[in-house]
């Protein structure tokens, strides 16, 4: 492209003007140098104008794909905000069970055992209420989606189940807040 | 566009970043947590699992669940740490024909690069359901003391989980990216690394952009875990000395005592002691018995004295391999979550005669460091345009002298905001734009930038004109301001240099003192607000006593007409209470006239619309403005 072509052109149409081949050349070089500084500038411009589109749709698109997660997390963080809090009241509901378990025979009947009791229940209601909600455990297929091991028994079976509920486990809608702590033993499936 | 993550691929936890927006982020995994724990397994289903829930079944399945692989990454069978650590394990550990290691998982034998693909594959799609994105590629970190053959199992475990490694980085290179020591001249920087389970010390030199490792040591089972036994231990002695039981016996009585361990000794990273309070934790013949002991800091700093003391060695012959002595090192980094311990960071501290940087999460900085390079490598996609803020907020004065602002402050630029704005006396033909730059409540107390007139408003009431103001800061930070009556289309507008507006120091000035004047300001403005909605409360009184004419009561006109003379009064002072309480007083009267008005007729009535939004200062064309004309400040 450039100069060269312009004279090609140049001399093969015969010397449009009627000047003399020389002057012809010289004055097709001139206009040739000029059309050819501004295609080029114009080449530099339609790469500089795509660049700046381009940056500008990648712009926008990175903003409403964070728009998009920030919608997301907004929506998880009131969905599983307690999920934090819950887990820690958790240990103090156990405790509650721990104790009332553990009851002594002599003073089981007293009034005031039952005020424990009720304590114990009232604190399990609030967290039912603000959707906390206790895993199945006792007698189910081991999961480790729900459930932690950390005993074992042997026994006769290909399946994996749940013996002994160590400590209980939690879901807060959907997500669980504590595994339930579970001793995991053996059984038959239904086919054998 | 797909996105390269950064994987921080460790021997008990792995982390995922990536950058977003130029800032590196860490990517929860699918069960919203940060970290993800470096196990995996094959379930008796044959259901292959991988992190938290690999972790939770490995009890029950221990021949076929792996951790910490990465210590027989790249290694021979018959390498000496292969011998070593194969006993620590509960997994059936083999030797492949070249001699590489195998490890028998799900009735195969795997190499330790398939195991590790298990967990990068568990990260990759983690990552992808949080992008809503495919990720194709990675940029994974390796100790420093990785050789060939390690370095290239971790890139095959990348190319086996489906993921491109585009670079594999050192650990303490990706700790210094995440700190920008990249950015400094040739520096010297040690990264001392306490984890969950290893200890490692590194000494990098930084040159032209270029980190080269000097030298490495470390202790490969020194962590924070040995920290929690010793407490653990602590706990279960005082026990058994207190009530001659052995709490380690007990399943989940030792499940209590590590999860109360392990939360004291984070607490103690921040108070001077801390209550562990186990009840019931067990029963013997006398009944049930509780666990209650405090630990102080102090206590806790003796039980672990040693292990801190053990992690001296490591460094000083790390520097010793370097040829440097502590003078020499420029930085130092923590990496790791156990040098959130004080004592730890003292005994850094000491060693290197220098404070060490801390502010980056020690668990997620590998990973943070990891993703700055990921977004190094893949370039600039889009180019980053900085952008600036506008420093003082942006507005103009209306009715009462009040700055009303239409741009806040720290907003980023460019920018643009409108609003209505309406006249504030009957026949007014003109507005008077009033721009000025700053906090306080008053116009009169920021810094003027200019004016404007914009006229030809046709004459109604107070309040029914729509004047668009429109503020626009374009990225320079040259500030367009113009003025647009709805109902003519006629428009003016004025122009506003950057340079126009204030220092820096008078800026940081203005912004104290406006927070120095809140109360007293907000006082003046209380005022004007109760003075405008006042005023306006009486015009429109009038307007309806005039308009509803016939229609009411003179009981009722004498009333109002007492009520707005009062509030006309009250305006002549200053006390706001007064302004508030007799506007109030019309009001409930005013209220009354539209009980009677309505209860004669069916509401057919136009009502005054309310004025449109605040107004600004105007003069009526009584008061000789000149037209068209704008002067900049």
Not at chain 2, 315 to 341: H, K, P
Not at chain 2, 347 to 355: G, I, Y
Not at chain 2, 591 to 609: H, M, N, T
Request: aromatic content about 4%.
């Amino acid at each position: 492209m450039g100069s060269e072509q312009e004279k090609a052109e140049g001399e093969g149409e015969g010397g449009t003007r009627g000047e003399t081949p020389a002057e012809e050349a010289v004055t097709g070089a001139n206009t040739g140098r000029d059309a050819e500084s501004h295609r080029s500038q114009l080449e530099e411009e339609k790469l500089k104008a795509e660049r700046c589109l381009t940056n500008w749709q990648r712009a926008e698109a990175d903003l409403a794909n964070f728009k998009r997660r920030t919608e997301q997390e907004k929506a998880d963080l009131i969905r599983y905000a307690n999920a934090s809090l819950i887990g820690k009241i958790l240990p103090v509901l156990d405790d509650f069970e721990r104790a009332i378990g553990a009851i002594p025979e002599d003073i089981s009947s007293a009034g005031w055992i039952d005020g424990i009791k009720l304590i114990d229940r009232k604190l399990y209601n609030l967290l039912e209420q603000e959707g906390a909600t206790p895993i199945d455990a006792l007698g189910q297929d081991f999961d480790p989606h729900v459930h932690e091991a950390v005993m074992r028994e042997d026994g006769e079976g290909d399946l994996d189940v749940v013996v002994e509920e160590l400590q209980k486990g939690y879901k807060l809608n959907d997500r669980v807040i504590r595994p339930t702590m579970v001793k995991v033993g053996r059984r038959k499936s239904a086919s054998h | 566009m797909p996105r390269v993550i950064g994987i921080d691929l460790g021997t008990t936890n792995s982390v995922v970043a990536v950058m977003e927006g130029g800032e590196p982020v860490v990517i929860p995994n699918a069960e919203g947590g940060r970290l993800t724990p470096s196990v995996v397994a094959i379930s008796k289903t044959g259901e292959r699992l991988a992190g938290q829930v690999a972790k939770r079944q490995s009890v029950t399945n221990s021949d076929n669940t792996i951790s910490s692989i990465k210590r027989f990454m790249g290694r021979k069978f018959t390498d000496p740490h292969v011998e070593r650590d194969r006993k620590l394990v509960p997994y059936k550990m083999s030797e492949a024909p070249n001699g590489d290691v195998r490890v028998t998982m799900g009735g195969k034998a795997s190499s330790p690069a398939e195991v590790s693909a298990m967990i990068l594959q568990k990260l990759k799609q983690d990552a992808e359901a949080y992008l809503g994105e495919k990720v194709t590629e990675a940029v994974i970190t390796v100790p420093a003391y990785f050789n060939d053959s390690q370095r290239q199992a971790t890139k095959d475990a990348g190319t086996i989980a489906g993921l491109n490694v585009l670079r594999i980085i050192n650990e303490p290179t990706a700790a210094s990216l995440a700190y920008g020591m990249d950015k400094k001249k040739d520096e010297t920087i040690a990264v001392y690394d306490l984890g969950g389970g290893t200890f490692d010390i590194s000494i990098l030199q930084l040159g032209e952009g270029v980190f080269e490792v000097k030298s490495t040591n470390g202790d490969t089972h020194l962590g924070g875990d040995d920290f929690d036994q010793r407490v653990i231990d602590w706990l279960a002695d005082e026990f058994k000395k207190e009530n001659g039981i052995d709490l380690r016996q007990d399943r989940m009585a030792l499940q209590r005592l590590k999860e109360g361990a392990e939360k004291a000794k984070i607490e103690l990273s921040s108070t001077m002691s801390t209550d562990i309070n186990l009840p019931f934790i067990t029963a013997d013949a006398s009944g049930p018995k509780h666990l209650t002991i405090n630990l102080t800091r102090s206590k806790l700093e003796q039980l672990t004295a040693e292990l801190i003391e053990r992690s001296v060695g490591p460094v000083n012959q790390a520097m010793a391999d370097a040829g440097l002595n502590a003078s020499q090192i420029d930085e130092v980094i923590l990496v790791g979550g156990q040098t959130r311990m004080p004592a730890v960071q003292e005994s850094v501290k000491r060693l290197f005669n220098k404070e060490p940087h801390k502010g980056v999460n020690p668990d997620e900085v590998v990973a943070i460091g990891a993703a700055i390079q990921a977004g190094v490598l893949k370039g600039e996609v889009r180019d980053v345009l900085l952008l600036d803020v506008t420093p003082l907020s942006l507005g103009i004065e209306t009715l009462g002298g009040v700055a009303t602002k239409l741009i806040d402050r720290n907003t980023t630029i460019p920018t643009s905001k409108s609003q209505i704005f309406s006249t504030a006396a009957d026949n007014q033909t003109s507005v008077e734009i009033h721009v000025f730059q700053g906090e306080r409540p008053m116009a009169s107390e920021n810094k003027s930038l200019g004016r404007f007139i914009l006229d030809g408003i046709p004459p109604t009431s107070r309040g029914m004109p729509q004047v668009e103001v429109t503020f626009d800061i374009d990225a320079n930070g040259i500030l367009n301001v113009s003025a647009k009556d709805k109902a003519t289309a006629k428009e003016q507008r004025i122009t506003i240099q950057a340079s126009s507006g204030l220092s820096k120091e008078e800026i940081d000035k203005m912004v104290k003192e406006a927070e120095l004047h809140a109360s007293e300001d907000q006082k003046r403005k209380d005022l004007v607000e109760a003075r405008n909605t006042a005023d306006s409360a009486a015009y429109q009184a009038e307007k309806m006593l005039k308009d509803l004419e016939g229609k009411y009561s003179a009981e009722l006109k004498e009333e109002i007409e007492g009520k707005i003379a009062a509030v006309r009064s009250a305006l002549q002072g200053e006390d706001v209470e007064n302004i508030r309480r007799t506007a109030e007083e019309l009001q409930q009267s005013m209220q009354k006239l539209g009980q009677a008005i309505y209860g004669q007729q069916q509401p057919g009535g136009q009502q005054p619309p309310p004025p449109g939004g605040e107004q600004p200062g105007g003069k009526g064309p009584d008061e000789g403005t000149v037209e068209g004309e704008f002067r900049e400040v």
